[in-house]
């Protein structure tokens, strides 16, 4: 019986061993992260939003953020003045990513304080991220899920549940290949800031929550917020659109938005976003047209930076996989106004005001992680 103790003891910590060493020790050190923030701090100049707010902050390593495969794939920091929150950075742990992968002046990521003591955080970039105790426990969710999709021709496109392979190569982020070379000037700055100042806008842009008391379906608010922001800017420099004062108040701007986008608990769909936009900006003058790019084609980084710099400000749609806990089950999409964008050491952030966020800070994502998870709807006249 001894040797049969002995045995299954020592196959025990076989087994053990085999487990802990099968996720990968991350590339990239929480120290090395760490060096990034500050690099970007110090490349602040004083006509970008977050200039002088974070010279004194205390950075923070809040928690790791893991992959579909139990690998750490980024670090989630918290930025802290005076025991405060006051803003925060997800930086990636693989060289094979952008170094920053989203950073805002929120006092943290929305949805991040939820998380419970036993459960790991997987990020898969943007508006995109589970809660779980393991992988396993995401996979069999995604089964779970498939087992409860309704017929409804507007539910999205079912998981294959005899392929959740293809599910879970979804919940990933894109690799950059221009990512090491950013890696190297992050990590070489020194102690005068990264080595190329990055090029950089931003719009004042008004901020509206979409769940200001008053507003009609709060929960699938966001695309008729976004627009009423947008519309708000328009106005604020001078062109002649409908807008608050024209409703009444920003609630009744959204209302009235939300009834001419024919927007339902669903959401606003790209479609109508596209259609009925144009059709609400000529109301008041005549050139309007509004147009859909997808993030990952050709020229969509260079549409963005126009329509900012041309103080038109573009929307951002991201699509929420059926298996990402939205905060309302039935939205499929989530829209933001884009308000600004910089270039730093050759990764493109851009950044936006989300209506569900209750803050008028701008939150930065990177464009080459997430481009395959939205588009932008952009017009002109």
Known sequence: MKHVLALLTGLFFVLMTFNLSHAEEPEVTVEEATKVIEAEIESFQPDFEFYGLWDDAIIEHETDLYDITDNIIAYYFLLKVKGEDVGYYIISADKDYSPVLEFGGTPGKSGFDEQNSDDRVYYFGGQKYLMAEDAEEIKHKIKVLQQKNSSSSRETKNIDADNINQ???????????????????????????????????????????????????????????????????????????????????????????????????????????????????????????????????????????????????????????????????????????????????????????????????????????????????????
Not at 184 to 211: C, H, T, V, W
Not at 242 to 262: C, H, I, P, Q, T
Not at 327 to 337: F, I
Not at 348 to 377: C, L, M
Request: with cysteine; proline share 6%.
């Open 167 to 381: 599910a879970i190569k979804s919940l990933s982020l894109n690799k950059d290949p221009n990512a090491k070379s950013q890696w190297e000037n992050y990590l070489n700055a020194g102690d005068f800031g990264i080595q190329s100042l990055p090029e950089k806008y931003a719009l004042n842009i008004p901020y509206i929550y979409q769940r200001t008391p008053g507003i009609n379906g709060p929960e699938s608010a966001c695309g008729p917020t976004a627009l009423a922001m947008a519309v708000e800017y328009l106005s604020d420099i001078g062109l002649d659109v409908r807008d608050a004062s024209y409703w009444g108040g920003d609630v009744k701007l959204v209302n009235a938005l939300r009834n001419f986008l024919g927007t339902d608990g669903w959401g606003t769909t790209s479609g109508n976003m596209s259609y009925f936009t144009t059709k609400y900006l000529n109301i008041e003058m005549n050139g309007w047209t509004v147009s859909s790019k997808n993030a990952n084609s050709s020229g969509a980084i260079n549409i963005y930076k126009d329509r900012v710099v041309s103080s038109r400000p573009p929307l951002v749609m991201w699509d929420i996989p059926k298996l990402i806990p939205w905060p309302d089950a039935e939205v499929r999409w989530h829209w933001n106004t884009g308000s600004a964008y910089r270039e730093s050491n050759g990764q493109f952030q851009f950044g936006v005001k989300d209506p569900e966020f209750n803050s008028s800070r701008t939150v930065y994502y990177s464009w080459s992680a997430n481009d395959a998870g939205f588009h932008i709807i952009h017009y002109t006249n």
